[in-house]
Nanobody, 127 residues
Framework: QVQLVESGGGSVQAGGSLRLSCTSS????????VGWFRQAPGREREGVAC????????EFVDSVKGRFTISSDSARKTVYLQMNSLKPEDSGMYFC????????????????????WGRGTQVTVSS
C-alpha cells in the first residue's frame, strides 16, 4: 500500500520560513507527478505547487510564486516544499499528493490528477 507522510509543519511569524517534507512508502518511486495542496478552514483546497520529477517541470499558484520552491530527492522518495516570506494567508493544512499516471493535460495543480494523498501537516503563520 502506497503511503505519503508529510512533516515539517509548525507555527511561524510572518516573514519566516518552513520546509515541508513528504516521503513515500510502499512504492518504488515517488510518482510521475507530485504536488502540495493546502486548505484553510472554510476555504476550498487549492493546489500550491507541483513537480514532474523526471523533467523538473514545476507549476505554482500565483500567490506563492517567488516565495515557494518545490524539489525532490528520488533516492529518498521525498518531495520538499520550501516556503519563504510566509504570510498569514499561507496558513492551513498542507497535503502532499502523488500520481503515477504516464501523462497529464491541463493544469498540473488539478487535484483530480492525483491518486495518493497524505494526511497533512499544519502550517500556521501569525502576523
Amino acid at each position: 500500500q502506497v503511503q505519503l507522510v508529510e512533516s515539517g509543519g509548525g507555527s511561524v511569524q510572518a516573514g519566516g520560513s518552513l520546509r515541508l517534507s513528504c516521503t513515500s512508502s510502499g512504492y518504488t518511486v515517488l510518482g510521475t507527478l507530485v504536488g502540495w495542496f493546502r486548505q484553510a478552514p472554510g476555504r476550498e483546497r487549492e493546489g500550491v505547487a507541483c513537480l514532474v520529477p523526471s523533467s523538473g517541470r514545476t507549476e505554482f499558484v500565483d500567490s506563492v510564486k517567488g516565495r515557494f520552491t518545490i524539489s525532490s530527492d528520488s533516492a529518498r522518495k521525498t518531495v520538499y516544499l520550501q516556503m519563504n516570506s510566509l504570510k498569514p494567508e499561507d496558513s492551513g493544512m498542507y497535503f502532499c499528493a502523488a500520481s503515477r499516471a504516464p501523462g497529464f493535460r491541463g493544469s498540473l495543480l488539478n487535484s483530480n490528477l492525483y491518486t495518493t494523498w497524505g494526511r497533512g501537516t499544519q502550517v500556521t503563520v501569525s502576523s
